[in-house]
């Protein structure tokens, strides 16, 4: 592979365990990485503000997801405008959105915080990092009906090829991860080879998920050459091409550079 930036577009970098830190950082930069790590609580947003001040090529999203709607309170949204106000490497809200796999008791509560923080999206201008699980109508529709000028991509995509058509005529981005390499992912490899290119985004999960040959071990953000490199296979395309057409993609929806 030849010099292309690779930017992963959700890693939780901040909460490997098994890894180094600073290595799998170091590792991540010296291989041309641009991370971007996504918060997921109410208190989460501070440690994200102050991990990606440490790093070089480490952006940051800051957001309340649905297992955490419990610590969304009266004063997350100004926090999280207060943090964006001061910190130039917030590139956008999340990661927020609807998880009915987990619970399906607080639909009603995770919905509420889902529409605050998409209007929340709208009033900054800031794109949406979207998790979504068991729950694809409702985020769409939710989408649809609220979203009025925030890029949204959904994250860790687990829907089927036809969802995903559905998904690029509202303007959704899609963002695949460790799953296409696994063998059995028969429709995550199918989105991966039949979506237009322009509509991909490259993502690990970290610490979650890793790719093969790394399966079953902890993730971390460098291992984003590996989805890249299944899909190029897929596509018959080369790793590069992916490289590089899924980066004009994110720097087109991300501003990286207002530092
Ligand atoms: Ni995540």
Redesign the pocket.
Known sequence: MKDTYIINT?S?ANMLKETNIDDAMANAYNNKIVTIV?A?SGEDIFEVDKFINKYPDTYGYLGV?PEEVKTFTDKTLSDMEGIIKQNKKIVGIG?VGLDYYWDKTYKELQKEIFIKQIDFANQMNLPLNI?SREAHFDTLEILKKYNKNSVAIL??FSGSLEFAKECIRENIFIALGGVVTFKNAVKAKEVAQNIPLEYLLLET?DP?LAPVPFRGKENQPMYVKYVAEEIARLRGITTDEVARVTTENAERIFNFYAE
Request: hydrophobic share 10%.
């Open positions: 959700h939780h996504p997921s997801f990661e998790h994250h860790c999960d979650y």
